[in-house]
Structures are given as C-alpha cells and as structure tokens.
C-alpha cells in the first residue's frame, strides 16, 4: 500500500503557510495477482504449497517420491496468455498456502474463514462482471476465463466455511423467538433445517429443552414465574442457545452458533453471539 498526501487546489501556496489537502490510500504492485506471476504465469503448485514447504518436502523423502499432492498430476494446462493460471481446479479454501508463509494464514480459525467467506460472497455476479470489465482486458475468450474462476472460487470459499459452522447471520429478536438468516441458503439454496439446544441455569430447575426447526426462526422456552439470578455469578443471568444447521448430508455442522440471552422479567433480549 501507498499513503499520499495530495494538495487541495485551494490551498496557499506559499510553503510557509498552513497548507491542506487530503490523504490518498493506494493499493500497489498487481503484478502477481490473479494468474500472474509477474514475469511468468503461475503453476499449478500456485496456492498449494509455500515456495520452501517443509512439511511436504518431508512427506515426500519419507514416501521415496510416491506423495504426490493433486495438482502434480495436471498436464500441462490450457489457458489465455492474457489471463495466466488462475483457475478453480484443485482449490481448497481451508488449506490454501501463499508462496511465503504468512501468520495469518498458519493461524487462520474457523471463525476467520467464517468472516472472510461472508466478505467474498457479498460480490454479486454484476460486480465482478464489472470488475472484469474495469480491466479491459483485450482478448474477450481471457475475460470469460477470469469471470468463470473467480465466480466458482467464491462459491468454492462459501461453500466451505459455511460447512464448519452454523452460517446463520443478522439474529435477532421478533415476539418471542430467534430469529437469522441462513447465508448458505441465500446463497446457494436447499432447505431450511436446523437443530437447537438451549440451557438457562438462574431458574429452580434449570431450564433446559432442545428440537428441531425447518423455519428460519426459533422459539425460546419462557420461565415459569419469577427468576431469582446469583449476583455473584454474572452468567446465571444469560441463557444460552446452540444452533446447528444441518448440512446436505442430514449431518449438523460441525461446529454451532452460540446465543446468550439475558431474560428481563418480561421477554429475551440477545447480548452476544459466538460462532
């Protein structure tokens, strides 16, 4: 990136005087981006490995050369001169390598890829189409190539991290029940299925109770009479409600969505969310 400070026309022009302007934020250096690697186009390990990865290094002396990651066994790959190696095959989302290791991927959680899947799949069809556009590319066939990759890499990128937790979005609160939306439906279709426990431990007995919902909206169990909270103990006063949303295979997600809700004396109000 490049912070420049550019000058308001208005503003004096003599250096001694209080001159104004504004800060201009500029992303820089493109050329290896997309299916480029600056003076070449990238290969097929693009995206696989790190440049020096030791760990399959290693994999591969211990197994005398017969570990063998997919992309290895592609031929030589067909592609636009203008749009370089940029393509869905073999792309993995969750285990995605840059050619330098970088921290923030070897630390990547699930709640990351969460958030940065929410991100990509915010683009529309229409906007990347005219991001592709802006690029004037001058071969229409290397255009299409680029559309096409981008568009399945996205879906690729939802599709995953979706799967690892309950991709269940904007909840809140309408006449007594949870409701969200369901990012994997919106996206990508299917049905509305999910499974629900909820535990509250300030009522005498604790309030416990779990089902099934085919409707994006869920009702939370209501305590009977007054509630008494342990001051002493500040989560007696929240209840919380695991959400899983069941996968195409009928499995749940492997990981829920997490709602604390503190009861008022007259209805629930939602204070956090963890996914």
């Known amino acids: 990136s490049l912070d420049m400070f550019i000058l308001d026309p208005g503003s004096p022009e003599d250096e001694e005087a209080a001159r104004y302007g504004y800060l201009r934020h500029n ?30 290094i290693g994999k591969r002396f ?13 031929s030589d790959t067909v592609y636009p001169a203008e ?21 923030a991927f070897d630390n990547v959680t699930v709640r990351d890829g969460y958030w940065g899947a929410k991100l990509v799949m915010s683009f529309t069809d229409p906007q990347l189409f005219a991001a592709i556009e802006a690029g004037q590319y001058s071969n229409p066939e290397a255009a299409r190539y680029i559309l096409r990759a981008l568009q399945e890499r996205r879906d690729l990128t939802g599709r995953h991290w979706f799967a690892e937790v309950s991709p269940l979005d904007d909840p809140r609160i309408e006449g007594g029940s949870l409701v969200f939306d369901d990012l994997w439906i919106r996206y990508f279709g299917g049905l509305a299925q999910y499974r629900w426990e909820f535990d509250w431990d300030a009522p005498d007995p604790d309030l416990e109770a779990e089902g099934e919902s085919t409707v994006q909206s869920i009702a939370i169990p209501r305590p009977e009479g007054a509630v008494t909270v342990d001051e002493d103990d500040p989560e007696d006063a929240l209840a919380r409600l695991r959400v ?9 997600a492997p990981r829920p969505a997490t709602f604390r ?9 939602l204070v956090g969310v963890r996914y």
């Open 62 to 74: 211990l197994g005398l050369g017969f570990y063998r990651k997919p992309w290895q066994t592609e």
């Open 244 to 252: 899983w949303k069941v996968q195409e295979d009928g499995d749940r």
């Open 27 to 56: 992303l820089i250096d493109f050329g290896s981006s997309l299916g480029s690697a600056a003076v070449r186009p990238h290969g097929p390990r693009h995206g696989q490995e790190n440049e020096l990865d030791l760990s399959v």
């Open 83 to 103: 749009a370089g190696y940029f393509t869905s095959k073999n792309f993995d989302p969750g285990d995605w390598k840059p050619n330098i290791p970088n921290p």
């Open 261 to 269: 809700l503190q009861w008022n004396g007259n209805a629930w109000q």
